[in-house]
């Protein structure tokens, strides 16, 4: 089943009286488009936080129960396929991080407008302009590309898949608290 998280609190009612209230949340997403070397140890970290991971990939080898054995699911798709009916979730982390900067620059056209918590892209400096370019000449503004993490994760001089892994769960945990700050 799904992974539900319990916050309780005493509070007083309107009788006067001390009553337990228990809060239940449905446990935030974090999809992964993409199977390769940076979304395995994102996956275990994001895991680890309480997040239900989606990874989406059509190579069976990457995309696997042995790779990936946190994952809440795994789709064995093509993008453009899982792309056609995709339904985001406002809380929904979503990390574009694919074999090929093809397969990111579809998926980003396809989800740049969503209203999500994070979305992220690997890449260089010099891949991340040439994707907002192509982006702008499809009419796409600056402010609907505002809230894009690219290139994705805090910059902690990572080197390692297992420290960009890092560098990127830490930078969704940061929008994510400073998000609900401002509530």
Not at 29 to 40: E, N, Q
Not at 48 to 55: A, C
Not at 145 to 156: E, F, R, S
Request: with cysteine.
């Amino acid at each position: 089943g799904r992974r539900r998280y319990v916050d309780c609190a005493v509070v007083t009612n309107d009788e006067g009286e001390r009553v337990l209230v228990e809060r239940v949340h449905r446990a935030s997403r974090l999809i992964l488009f993409g199977a390769g070397h940076v979304a395995k140890p994102t996956a275990t970290l994001a895991h680890m936080l309480g997040y239900e991971v989606v990874v989406i990939d059509d190579r069976p080898d990457w995309n696997s129960e042995a790779r990936f054995p946190d994952a809440y699911t795994r789709v064995l798709e093509p993008y453009e396929d899982v792309l056609f009916d995709f339904q985001a979730r406002s809380d929904d982390a979503l990390l574009i991080v694919t074999r090929g900067h093809d397969f990111d620059q579809q998926i980003l056209e396809a989800v740049i407008s969503l209203d999500v918590a994070y979305l992220g892209m690997i890449g260089s400096d010099t891949k991340v302009k040439k994707a907002l370019k192509k982006l702008e000449a499809r009419g796409v503004g600056e402010a609907q590309t505002a809230h894009l993490h690219a290139p994705i994760g805090l910059a902690i001089g990572a080197l390692t898949p297992e420290e960009i892994a890092v560098a990127i769960v830490a930078e969704i945990v940061k929008v994510k608290r400073s998000t609900e700050e401002r509530k």
